[in-house]
C-alpha cells in the first residue's frame, strides 16, 4: 500500500493540489507545501482518535457509508466547478471531528511555515478533509477492513508505519509529551520546538524534514 506522501506524488496528488488550489485561490506551490503537511497529520490524528473501540467504531461506520472512497475516483467531479458547500461543510465537520479545540493551533502552525494567512489554510484543510478521509475509506473497503484492528493497520500504512513497534513509535512521536493530545506536538513539530530535536528518526524525521522551508 502506497502512504500518503507517495500518494501525493503520484498523478492522483498533482490533481489533488490542483483542484485545491484553484478552490482557494492559493498558488499550487504553497498549496503543495500545506496539504503534504496537513495530509499526514490528519491520518495520524484520526489513529489517535481509532486506538479507542468507540473511536474506531465512529469512524468505520463513517467509511462504510459516505467516506467509502467514491470521492477519490471522482476528483473531477468533486472539484469541477468549485467544491460545493455541502463538502466544504462536510470537510468542517471532519476537521472538527479530528482536530477539535486544537484546530485554529494547527492552521497557526501551517500558516507560520507556508506564509499563507489562516483564512487560505482554512479552506485548504476543508477542502482536502473529505478526500483523505475518502482515500481511507477506499483502502479500508478494498482490504475488506471491518474491526479495529484492520483500521489501525490501514491508517499505519497510508501514515507510513507499517509494524506494531514503527505505530508505536508513531504514536509517542505525535504525543511525545504523553499527555493524550497530539495536536501539541504536531504544532512543536511545525514551528520546531525543542522537544521534537530528541526524536528525529521515523515519522519524526520525516515531519521534520517537510516543515523545513
Known amino acids: 500500500m502506497a502512504t500518503i506522501l507517495e500518494l501525493l506524488n503520484s498523478d492522483l496528488g498533482k490533481q489533488i493540489i490542483k483542484g485545491a488550489s484553484a478552490q482557494t485561490n492559493t498558488p499550487e506551490d ?10 499526514p497529520l490528519l491520518l495520524g490524528a484520526m489513529k489517535k482518535n481509532a486506538s479507542t473501540p468507540e473511536g ?14 467514491s470521492i477519490v475516483n471522482n476528483l473531477g467531479t468533486y472539484f469541477q ?6 463538502d466544504l ?13 486544537k484546530q485554529p493551533q ?10 499563507l494567512d489562516t483564512g487560505s489554510i482554512a479552506q485548504i484543510l476543508k477542502v482536502a ?16 477492513v471491518s474491526n479495529e484492528s484492520g483500521l489501525a493497520d490501514v491508517l499505519g500504512s497510508l ?17 511525545a509529551d504523553g499527555d493524550g493530545s497530539i495536536i501539541d506536538d504536531i504544532a512543536g513539530m511545525v514551528l520546531g520546538g525543542a522537544k521534537t530535536n530528541k526524536k528525529s528518526s521515523g515519522l519524526g524525521g520525516l515531519l521534520g524534514g517537510l516543515f523545513k522551508k
Open 159 to 175: 501514515i507510513g508505519g507499517k509494524t506494531k513497534k514503527e505505530q508505536s513509535m508513531l504514536h509517542s512521536i505525535l504525543d
Open 129 to 144: 478533509a473529505p478526500i483523505v478521509i475518502g482515500m481511507l475509506g477506499k483502502e479500508a473497503k478494498e482490504k475488506n
Open 30 to 39: 504553497k498549496t503543495s507545501q500545506v496539504v503534504s503537511m496537513a495530509l
Open 56 to 69: 474506531a467504531s465512529g469512524l468505520l461506520k463513517a467509511l462504510q457509508s459516505k467516506h467509502d472512497g
Open 81 to 86: 466547478g468549485g467544491v460545493d458547500q455541502a
Open 106 to 115: 494547527l492552521e497557526n502552525a501551517l500558516s507560520q511555515k507556508s506564509g
Open 89 to 101: 461543510k462536510d470537510g468542517e465537520g471532519i476537521l472538527k471531528h479530528v482536530l477539535g479545540a
